[in-house]
Protein backbone atom coordinates (compact mmCIF):
# COMPACT_ATOMS: atom_id res chain seq x y z
CA UNK A 1 0.00 0.00 0.00
CA UNK A 2 1.19 3.42 -0.95
CA UNK A 3 1.56 5.81 2.03
CA UNK A 4 0.46 9.49 1.57
CA UNK A 5 3.13 12.10 2.93
CA UNK A 6 0.56 13.74 5.70
CA UNK A 7 2.87 17.19 4.85
CA UNK A 8 1.52 17.36 1.71
CA UNK A 9 -2.43 16.58 3.13
CA UNK A 10 -1.64 19.51 5.05
CA UNK A 11 -0.74 22.12 2.36
CA UNK A 12 -3.08 21.18 0.28
CA UNK A 13 -5.84 22.12 2.38
CA UNK A 14 -4.16 25.61 3.14
CA UNK A 15 -4.59 26.46 -0.16
CA UNK A 16 -7.92 25.47 -0.83
CA UNK A 17 -8.91 28.21 2.38
CA UNK A 18 -7.03 30.32 0.53
CA UNK A 19 -8.65 30.13 -2.53
CA UNK A 20 -12.17 30.67 -1.31
CA UNK A 21 -11.30 33.25 1.22
CA UNK A 22 -10.34 35.36 -1.47
CA UNK A 23 -12.94 34.93 -3.92
CA UNK A 24 -15.49 36.02 -1.04
CA UNK A 25 -13.26 39.28 -0.73
CA UNK A 26 -12.83 39.96 -4.38
CA UNK A 27 -17.10 39.48 -4.27
CA UNK A 28 -17.12 42.05 -1.69
CA UNK A 29 -14.84 44.56 -3.29
CA UNK A 30 -16.35 43.95 -7.10
CA UNK A 31 -17.30 47.29 -9.44
CA UNK A 32 -21.49 47.91 -8.27
CA UNK A 33 -23.70 50.65 -10.20
CA UNK A 34 -25.71 51.91 -7.57
CA UNK A 35 -29.25 54.02 -8.53
CA UNK A 36 -30.18 56.80 -6.01
CA UNK A 37 -33.17 58.48 -5.99
CA UNK A 38 -33.66 61.63 -3.59
CA UNK A 39 -36.94 63.27 -3.48
CA UNK A 40 -37.89 62.20 -7.29
CA UNK A 41 -34.36 63.48 -8.67
CA UNK A 42 -32.46 60.71 -9.48
CA UNK A 43 -27.75 59.89 -9.48
CA UNK A 44 -26.05 56.89 -10.44
CA UNK A 45 -22.92 56.01 -8.46
CA UNK A 46 -20.56 53.41 -9.82
CA UNK A 47 -17.82 51.93 -7.12
CA UNK A 48 -15.90 49.28 -5.66
CA UNK A 49 -16.48 49.09 -1.74
CA UNK A 50 -19.69 50.90 -0.93
CA UNK A 51 -20.90 49.00 2.46
CA UNK A 52 -24.58 49.55 3.43
CA UNK A 53 -27.22 51.91 2.34
CA UNK A 54 -26.62 54.34 5.33
CA UNK A 55 -22.86 54.32 4.36
CA UNK A 56 -23.72 55.36 0.66
CA UNK A 57 -26.34 58.04 1.76
CA UNK A 58 -23.71 59.38 4.09
CA UNK A 59 -20.76 59.63 1.64
CA UNK A 60 -23.11 60.91 -0.60
CA UNK A 61 -24.07 63.84 1.85
CA UNK A 62 -28.01 62.48 1.44
CA UNK A 63 -29.26 63.07 5.17
CA UNK A 64 -32.52 61.24 6.64
CA UNK A 65 -34.79 61.58 9.97
CA UNK A 66 -37.02 59.53 11.23
CA UNK A 67 -40.05 60.39 9.74
CA UNK A 68 -38.23 60.30 6.38
CA UNK A 69 -38.44 57.21 3.76
CA UNK A 70 -35.60 55.27 2.89
CA UNK A 71 -36.10 51.86 1.06
CA UNK A 72 -34.87 49.49 1.26
CA UNK A 73 -33.43 50.01 4.68
CA UNK A 74 -30.36 51.38 5.57
CA UNK A 75 -28.62 48.48 7.27
CA UNK A 76 -28.66 46.45 3.64
CA UNK A 77 -25.51 45.73 2.00
CA UNK A 78 -25.11 46.88 -1.48
CA UNK A 79 -25.13 45.03 -4.58
CA UNK A 80 -24.80 45.80 -7.90
CA UNK A 81 -27.91 47.33 -9.31
CA UNK A 82 -29.38 48.42 -5.72
CA UNK A 83 -31.45 50.89 -6.37
CA UNK A 84 -32.18 53.65 -3.12
CA UNK A 85 -35.41 55.19 -2.74
CA UNK A 86 -35.14 58.41 -0.26
CA UNK A 87 -38.32 60.35 0.49
CA UNK A 88 -37.60 63.52 2.79
CA UNK A 89 -40.94 64.48 5.33
CA UNK A 90 -42.36 67.43 4.64
CA UNK A 91 -43.00 69.92 7.75
CA UNK A 92 -46.62 71.28 7.67
CA UNK A 93 -49.42 72.84 9.58
CA UNK A 94 -53.13 71.32 10.66
CA UNK A 95 -55.24 74.68 11.66
CA UNK A 96 -58.60 72.56 12.08
CA UNK A 97 -62.02 74.25 13.29
CA UNK A 98 -61.13 75.81 16.78
CA UNK A 99 -58.47 73.41 17.45
CA UNK A 100 -55.21 74.65 18.39
CA UNK A 101 -52.53 74.55 15.63
CA UNK A 102 -50.74 70.70 15.37
CA UNK A 103 -47.38 70.86 13.10
CA UNK A 104 -46.82 67.64 11.72
CA UNK A 105 -43.74 65.38 9.01
CA UNK A 106 -45.89 63.70 6.31
CA UNK A 107 -44.95 61.75 3.49
CA UNK A 108 -48.23 62.67 1.55
CA UNK A 109 -48.01 64.49 -1.35
CA UNK A 110 -51.43 66.48 -2.02
CA UNK A 111 -53.60 67.96 1.04
CA UNK A 112 -55.62 65.56 0.37
CA UNK A 113 -53.50 62.61 1.13
CA UNK A 114 -52.51 64.14 4.11
CA UNK A 115 -55.84 64.77 5.84
CA UNK A 116 -56.55 60.94 4.81
CA UNK A 117 -53.38 60.26 6.26
CA UNK A 118 -54.12 62.10 9.58
CA UNK A 119 -57.68 60.33 9.29
CA UNK A 120 -59.32 63.98 9.35
CA UNK A 121 -63.12 63.97 7.81
CA UNK A 122 -63.59 67.26 5.63
CA UNK A 123 -67.12 67.38 4.80
CA UNK A 124 -68.66 69.36 1.36
CA UNK A 125 -69.89 71.82 3.91
CA UNK A 126 -66.40 72.79 5.35
CA UNK A 127 -63.57 75.21 3.55
CA UNK A 128 -59.98 74.39 2.97
CA UNK A 129 -57.59 77.48 2.94
CA UNK A 130 -55.97 75.65 0.21
CA UNK A 131 -57.67 72.95 -2.74
CA UNK A 132 -57.09 69.39 -1.64
CA UNK A 133 -55.29 68.83 -4.84
CA UNK A 134 -52.80 71.20 -3.87
CA UNK A 135 -49.06 69.97 -3.81
CA UNK A 136 -47.59 69.41 -0.02
CA UNK A 137 -44.49 71.85 0.78
CA UNK A 138 -43.08 72.58 3.71
CA UNK A 139 -44.00 75.31 5.49
CA UNK A 140 -47.96 74.99 4.28
CA UNK A 141 -50.02 75.76 6.53
CA UNK A 142 -54.03 73.92 6.04
CA UNK A 143 -56.61 75.57 8.29
CA UNK A 144 -60.14 73.87 7.96
CA UNK A 145 -63.36 75.89 8.38
CA UNK A 146 -65.71 74.15 10.04
CA UNK A 147 -69.10 75.08 8.52
CA UNK A 148 -72.29 74.02 10.42
CA UNK A 149 -75.95 75.32 10.91
CA UNK A 150 -78.73 75.13 13.10
CA UNK A 151 -82.34 75.26 11.94
CA UNK A 152 -85.32 76.11 13.89
CA UNK A 153 -89.02 76.21 12.82
CA UNK A 154 -91.47 77.86 14.96
CA UNK A 155 -95.00 79.00 14.12
CA UNK A 156 -96.51 82.48 13.95
CA UNK A 157 -100.41 83.65 14.34
CA UNK A 158 -101.55 85.97 10.93
CA UNK A 159 -103.72 88.58 12.93
CA UNK A 160 -107.44 88.88 11.30
CA UNK A 161 -108.81 91.87 9.55
CA UNK A 162 -112.03 93.97 10.77
CA UNK A 163 -114.64 94.42 8.50
CA UNK A 164 -117.59 96.78 9.79
CA UNK A 165 -120.83 96.67 7.54
CA UNK A 166 -123.91 99.00 8.22
CA UNK A 167 -127.42 97.47 9.34
CA UNK A 168 -130.49 99.30 8.85
CA UNK A 169 -132.70 96.77 11.06
CA UNK A 170 -130.70 97.23 14.36
CA UNK A 171 -130.23 100.29 16.24
CA UNK A 172 -127.49 102.36 16.50
CA UNK A 173 -124.85 101.18 19.28
CA UNK A 174 -125.54 97.86 18.87
CA UNK A 175 -123.68 95.42 17.35
CA UNK A 176 -123.35 91.24 16.01
CA UNK A 177 -120.39 89.26 14.59
CA UNK A 178 -121.56 88.01 11.29
CA UNK A 179 -118.56 85.99 10.85
CA UNK A 180 -116.10 84.88 13.81
CA UNK A 181 -112.00 86.19 13.03
CA UNK A 182 -109.68 83.21 12.83
CA UNK A 183 -106.11 83.85 12.68
CA UNK A 184 -104.18 82.38 10.18
CA UNK A 185 -100.72 80.67 10.65
CA UNK A 186 -97.09 81.17 9.44
CA UNK A 187 -94.66 78.48 9.42
CA UNK A 188 -91.21 80.06 10.32
CA UNK A 189 -88.15 78.11 9.49
CA UNK A 190 -84.76 80.08 10.71
CA UNK A 191 -81.39 78.69 9.46
CA UNK A 192 -77.81 79.96 11.04
CA UNK A 193 -74.79 79.50 9.56
CA UNK A 194 -71.98 78.99 11.96
CA UNK A 195 -68.17 79.11 10.91
CA UNK A 196 -66.20 77.25 13.35
CA UNK A 197 -68.71 77.92 15.94
CA UNK A 198 -69.68 81.91 15.40
CA UNK A 199 -72.58 82.68 13.43
CA UNK A 200 -72.39 84.02 10.23
CA UNK A 201 -75.28 84.47 8.43
CA UNK A 202 -78.92 83.45 9.25
CA UNK A 203 -81.73 82.98 6.42
CA UNK A 204 -85.39 83.15 7.11
CA UNK A 205 -87.78 81.29 5.22
CA UNK A 206 -92.09 82.20 5.72
CA UNK A 207 -94.62 79.83 4.78
CA UNK A 208 -98.14 80.72 5.37
CA UNK A 209 -100.16 77.74 5.97
CA UNK A 210 -103.48 78.29 7.09
CA UNK A 211 -104.46 81.99 5.53
CA UNK A 212 -106.60 84.00 8.55
CA UNK A 213 -110.42 84.59 7.93
CA UNK A 214 -112.02 88.24 8.79
CA UNK A 215 -114.11 89.05 11.01
CA UNK A 216 -117.68 90.52 9.85
CA UNK A 217 -119.68 93.10 11.99
CA UNK A 218 -122.77 94.69 11.07
CA UNK A 219 -123.12 97.41 13.46
CA UNK A 220 -127.08 99.48 13.64
CA UNK A 221 -127.73 102.71 12.05
CA UNK A 222 -131.14 103.17 12.75
CA UNK A 223 -132.42 105.40 15.26
CA UNK A 224 -133.60 104.39 18.75
CA UNK A 225 -137.09 106.11 19.67
CA UNK A 226 -137.20 108.90 22.09
CA UNK A 227 -139.68 108.69 24.56
CA UNK A 228 -141.29 111.86 25.61
CA UNK A 229 -144.17 112.13 27.74
CA UNK A 230 -146.72 114.00 26.99
CA UNK A 231 -148.77 116.23 29.03
CA UNK A 232 -151.49 113.67 29.41
CA UNK A 233 -149.18 111.30 31.03
CA UNK A 234 -148.99 109.23 27.49
CA UNK A 235 -145.55 107.94 26.53
CA UNK A 236 -144.43 109.37 23.01
CA UNK A 237 -142.18 107.36 20.91
CA UNK A 238 -140.16 109.50 19.05
CA UNK A 239 -137.40 108.94 16.53
CA UNK A 240 -135.35 112.37 16.57
CA UNK A 241 -135.77 115.31 19.02
CA UNK A 242 -134.41 118.98 17.77
CA UNK A 243 -134.07 121.96 19.23
CA UNK A 244 -136.24 124.80 17.19
CA UNK A 245 -137.25 129.02 17.42
CA UNK A 246 -140.95 128.47 17.56
CA UNK A 247 -143.36 131.57 16.66
CA UNK A 248 -147.43 131.62 16.79
CA UNK A 249 -150.03 132.73 14.41
CA UNK A 250 -153.94 132.24 14.18
CA UNK A 251 -155.79 131.78 10.74
CA UNK A 252 -158.61 129.51 11.03
CA UNK A 253 -160.14 127.76 8.30
CA UNK A 254 -157.60 129.02 5.99
CA UNK A 255 -156.01 126.73 3.49
CA UNK A 256 -152.62 125.20 4.02
CA UNK A 257 -149.62 124.05 1.59
CA UNK A 258 -151.00 120.71 1.83
CA UNK A 259 -154.46 121.55 1.20
CA UNK A 260 -156.06 121.53 4.56
CA UNK A 261 -157.85 123.84 6.52
CA UNK A 262 -155.74 125.41 9.26
CA UNK A 263 -156.52 125.09 12.89
CA UNK A 264 -154.85 123.87 16.36
CA UNK A 265 -152.32 121.49 15.49
CA UNK A 266 -151.26 123.12 11.99
CA UNK A 267 -147.46 123.69 12.01
CA UNK A 268 -145.72 125.93 9.40
CA UNK A 269 -142.09 124.66 8.30
CA UNK A 270 -139.05 124.65 6.46
CA UNK A 271 -139.51 121.17 4.23
CA UNK A 272 -135.86 120.70 4.02
CA UNK A 273 -135.83 120.05 7.40
CA UNK A 274 -139.16 118.61 8.74
CA UNK A 275 -140.79 116.95 5.49
CA UNK A 276 -144.37 118.06 5.37
CA UNK A 277 -146.67 115.40 6.29
CA UNK A 278 -144.81 114.20 9.75
CA UNK A 279 -146.26 113.38 13.11
CA UNK A 280 -144.66 115.89 15.07
CA UNK A 281 -145.37 116.89 19.30
CA UNK A 282 -144.14 120.15 20.50
CA UNK A 283 -142.88 120.74 23.60
CA UNK A 284 -145.29 123.54 25.46
CA UNK A 285 -147.93 122.84 22.62
CA UNK A 286 -148.85 119.77 22.29
CA UNK A 287 -149.45 116.91 18.71
CA UNK A 288 -149.05 118.56 15.58
CA UNK A 289 -148.61 117.97 12.12
CA UNK A 290 -146.19 119.72 9.47
CA UNK A 291 -149.05 120.76 6.94
CA UNK A 292 -147.72 124.13 6.12
CA UNK A 293 -145.39 126.28 4.90
CA UNK A 294 -144.25 129.74 5.32
CA UNK A 295 -141.92 132.81 3.72
CA UNK A 296 -140.09 133.52 6.68
CA UNK A 297 -140.03 130.12 8.18
CA UNK A 298 -136.35 128.64 7.32
CA UNK A 299 -134.39 126.55 8.85
CA UNK A 300 -135.01 125.25 12.14
CA UNK A 301 -137.51 127.28 12.39
CA UNK A 302 -141.78 126.41 13.03
CA UNK A 303 -144.48 128.49 13.23
CA UNK A 304 -147.64 127.09 15.61
CA UNK A 305 -151.29 127.57 14.77
CA UNK A 306 -153.55 128.54 17.50
CA UNK A 307 -157.48 128.46 17.19
CA UNK A 308 -157.45 132.23 18.94
CA UNK A 309 -155.38 135.29 18.43
CA UNK A 310 -154.61 135.58 22.00
CA UNK A 311 -153.89 132.18 22.20
CA UNK A 312 -151.34 132.83 19.89
CA UNK A 313 -150.17 136.20 21.26
CA UNK A 314 -149.82 134.26 24.63
CA UNK A 315 -147.98 131.92 23.07
CA UNK A 316 -145.62 133.91 21.65
CA UNK A 317 -141.72 133.30 20.45
CA UNK A 318 -139.86 130.89 22.35
CA UNK A 319 -137.37 128.02 21.69
CA UNK A 320 -139.16 124.68 21.83
CA UNK A 321 -137.71 120.55 21.99
CA UNK A 322 -139.77 119.43 18.87
CA UNK A 323 -139.90 115.37 18.85
CA UNK A 324 -140.83 113.58 15.18
CA UNK A 325 -142.88 110.93 16.44
CA UNK A 326 -142.69 107.45 14.27
Excluded: W
Excluded at 21 to 33: E, N, P, R
Excluded at 165 to 191: I, R
Excluded at 239 to 249: D, I, R, W
Aim: proline letters at 3%; hydrophobic letters at 35%; charged letters at 20%.
Amino acid sequence: MRKVNRKSIYCLSAAAVALLLGGSATAATAYKSISIEVDGKSQLVKGFEFGTVADLLKKQGVQVGKDDLVQPTVTKELTDGTQIKVKHAKSIVIQDGTHDPVSVNTLSDTVADVLKELQIQVTDADKLSVDATASIQSGLTIAITRRTQDVQVAEEAIPFQTERQPDANEYTGTEKVLTPGVEGKVQVKTTVFYENGKAVDRKEDRTTTAEPVNQVIAYGTKQRPIIVASRSGENLEAQKSMTMAASAYSMPGSRTATGGAAGQGTVAVDPSVIPLGTRLYIEGYGYGVASDVGGAIKGNRIDLHFDSEAQALQFGRRTVQVYILN
